[in-house]
């Protein structure tokens, strides 16, 4: 299958107006190589869209994501968060339980706290996979961050009964 080119899709979204974005970026550390190359793909990416206004923090697995996720959410400081990890596949159903917890729990506080919360914490077979995976899946999250919160700021000013500018 081959790749989406993603540039067509975002194309919406003027740079300009992505450096106005305030946007926090949670990456694990755990699995390190492979959450590094997420991370660094995603933050490449923002940097060509134009935002400017990107606070990176690091937890040390999948699992405190959400945690701090919530508290970021709540602070008011961020139109977008990112949360980025990688949990491989083992012999066990541990990723599973966990990749499902982070599921539900970043959902649910982005529904909450109506602060997107872009899911990109991987769960491939084998590290082959991640690493296949990781440059692709880091620039969709920086994608689909900006678009989700220049959506989220046009439906509050609708809310809100201002005219839409076009």
């Given at each position: 299958m081959k790749p989406t080119d993603l540039s067509t899709i975002f194309a919406s979204v003027p740079r300009a107006r992505a450096a106005c974005f305030r946007i926090g970026v949670i990456a694990a550390r755990y699995n390190r190589?492979?959450?590094d190359a997420l991370l660094e793909s995603a933050l490449a990416?923002?940097?060509?869209?134009?935002?400017?206004?990107?606070?990176?923090?690091?937890?040390?697995?999948?699992?405190?994501?959400?945690?701090?996720?919530?508290?970021m959410a709540r602070s008011g400081n961020y139109d977008v968060l990112v949360a980025l990890g990688?949990?491989?596949?083992?012999?066990?159903?541990?990723?599973?339980?966990?990749?499902?917890?982070?599921?539900?729990?970043?959902?649910?506080?982005?529904?909450?706290?109506?602060?997107?919360?872009?899911?990109?914490?991987?769960?491939?077979?084998?590290?082959?996979d991640a690493r296949a995976r990781v440059r692709l899946r880091g620039e969709e999250?920086?994608?689909?961050?900006?678009?989700?919160?220049?959506?989220m700021g046009t439906a509050g000013r609708a809310r809100k009964g201002e005219r839409r500018r076009r």
């Open positions: 190589s492979l959450c990416t923002l940097a060509k869209l134009g935002a400017r206004k990107v606070v990176v923090c690091r937890v040390p697995g999948a699992y405190e994501i959400p945690v701090l996720a919530a508290r990688v949990v491989l596949q083992g012999g066990t159903s541990h990723a599973e339980h966990l990749a499902a917890a982070d599921a539900v729990n970043l959902q649910r506080l982005a529904v909450e706290t109506e602060v997107p919360v872009i899911h990109q914490v991987l769960t491939p077979r084998t590290e082959g999250a920086a994608r689909a961050a900006v678009e989700m919160a220049a959506t």
